[in-house]
Structures are given as structure tokens and as C-alpha cells.
């Protein structure tokens, strides 16, 4: 059975996690004539206009980076449960989960910043919980914010995650006003030295202000989801809710460590579903970020809940799912 296979650590768990993540690209490959200019390609913010030089009109090279991005994000994935044991077992799986969901949007799977700026957050959650026990103020919430906020110079709505590093500090903290304003100065110090930048060279201020603005509250074309894109949406949809419902039950039965990441996640899960039916510049590219606290939601529930064929049918349709979206993708 796939899940069961899945949930093993050996080598060729590896090995088959990186022959589905080509699986779930190749149509990326084969339908290179078909990508288009997105929303944040027309006035790409400051560090995504200079990642998108290096590639210029020509979509391949996009393909491959993102390709390789998501190969990193799913490593990053893997390697925060075994530092924080928050699961409470070596799993592959939210590395599997992460690359299935990556094949949701087939559009989506070629260069944009949505997917950079996802390995900002991933490296801003891990400097986030090394805060967890620290004495004195933690200078870890500093870093955090400076990630958030550089990251959102490749993708503006990342901005809004900064929130993200406040809930943080009331997780692990006792609420020290030093360290909420520490963050903050991390937040802004991209933007301080962005604008700097742009003053010591003459560029025009207002430019960069229309460009950011244009990033945080212009309006994204509609997004056109097939019926079995739809069908897919639900179905992890209904998943997630399941296996937090679950998380909710097991809570209590947890340590604290795990108990203050699965929360910080559940934070992580609120803000991006808000952040994408709230903001007309947010599209489906949210789902790299969004995929994030979902491929740990599911891979806990698959993990732990005792009735093995009901984790094993769910996890197959998930797969067959998102195949059935590349299969049509060629079409």
C-alpha cells in the first residue's frame, strides 16, 4: 500500500519521493509553449525582478529553479519535525505531502515568488521556536522578522506573516515588549535598507511605493479551476479539517515543544486561508505557503490514527488526485 510505504525512512523512501516529484513536473516540461505571465511579473517586487533577470522570457529555466526550490522546501520540511520531534516520529511523509501539493495548480509550477518567499517562512518558523526555552530576550524573533520581511521583497503578501512572529512570542514568551519590538525592527530593516539603496542611487521613491502597492492590494486575474482541480481542493480540504480536528483531540497527550509548534502551524494555516480570501493580490500561489502546515497536519493524522485503511484510502485518492491533474494538464 502506498501510505504504508511512505511512512518508512529508508532509502527507497527517498528514492520515491524524488521519482514522484518528476512525475507530478513532467507536464510542467512538456508544456513550456503554455506559460504565461503572472500578476506579480508585470511589476515584480525589488528582489524577485532581480531572481527573474537571470531567467528572462524564457520559461525553462523558471521550471527548473522551482523544481529545485521545491526539493529544498521539502527537505526544510522534514528537517524541522527531526529537530523539534513534534510529530514524535521520523517521517518522509510532509516531505511527499508537500510534493503532491505542489502539483495542485499545474499553472503555477514554473519560477514566481510565492515559492521563494515559502523557504523565507520556513527558515523565520525554525529561528521562531528556537526561542522555545531561551533565558533573557531572544534575538531569535529579530531574525525571524528580518527573513518575513526580506522575503516579502520577493513576495509582498509575505508581509502579512510578520503576525506570525508576534503569535510566536505569546507561544514561548511571557510576553516581553523588547522582544515584540525587536521583531518589528527585523521586519523593517529590508524595507529601511531597500529604500536607502533606492535613495543612494537616485532611483525614484514613489516607484518603489507603486510597486509595493501594486503587490499588496492590486487585483490578480481570477484563477479557472477544472472540475477535477475542484474535486482535489475539496477532498484535502475535508482532509485537513479531519486531521486537525484530530491534532485537537491528541493535543493534550503531547509535550509542550510540540504542542506550542502544532500551534504555531494551526497560526501559519489561519493566516494564509485569511490572507487569500481577504486580499484581491492573492492567488493560488498562497498554496506553497499553505501547503506547509498541511503536509504536517495530514502526515500527523496518517501517522497516528489507528484505523489504518481509512489513512491508507485517504492518501491514495490524494495521490490519485493530483495525478489525474497532471494527466488532464497534458490535454
Known sequence: ML?????????????M????????????????????????????????????????????????????????????????????????????????IYVLISG?????????????????????????????????????FFDAGLLIGTGSLIYA??????????IGIALLRTGNIKE????????????????????VLGRDLKDLLSVIQYNLFGKQTDYVFTRVMILAIIFIGFSTVVSIVYLFMEMNKKKILARKTFSLLIWLFIISLAVYFLLPSVSVEIVWITGIPISYFLAHYFVFFKRKLVT????????????????????
Open 3 to 15: 501510505l504504508k510505504f511512505f511512512k518508512g525512512t529508508g532509502p527507497g523512501v527517498i528514492f
Open 17 to 96: 519521493i524524488i521519482i514522484t516529484l518528476l512525475v507530478v513536473w513532467l507536464s510542467a516540461f512538456f508544456k513550456l509553449h503554455g506559460h504565461f505571465f503572472l500578476y506579480f511579473d508585470l511589476n515584480p517586487m525589488p528582489l524577485y525582478g532581480i531572481i527573474s533577470s537571470f531567467t528572462g522570457t524564457n520559461p525553462l529555466p523558471g521550471v527548473i529553479y522551482s523544481l529545485i526550490l521545491v526539493s529544498l522546501m521539502s527537505f526544510l520540511i522534514v528537517n524541522l519535525n527531526s529537530s523539534l520531534f513534534f510529530i514524535h516520529k521520523r517521517t518522509f511523509l510532509p516531505a511527499i
Open 104 to 140: 495542485l495548480f499545474p499553472e503555477y509550477q514554473l519560477m514566481n515568488p510565492a515559492i521563494f518567499s515559502a523557504m523565507f517562512l520556513m527558515l523565520a518558523i525554525r529561528r521562531i521556536m528556537d526561542a522555545y526555552r531561551v533565558q533573557g530576550i531572544s534575538y531569535s
Open 157 to 166: 503578501n509575505l508581509i502579512w506573516f510578520g503576525v506570525l512572529v508576534i
Open 180 to 199: 515584540i519590538l525587536i521583531s518589528l525592527i527585523g521586519l523593517a530593516t529590508p524595507y529601511i535598507l531597500t529604500f536607502g539603496i533606492y535613495y
Open 312 to 331: 491508507e484510502i485517504l492518501f491514495s485518492l490524494f495521490f490519485l488526485l493530483i495525478m489525474l491533474i497532471q494527466i488532464f494538464n497534458f490535454k
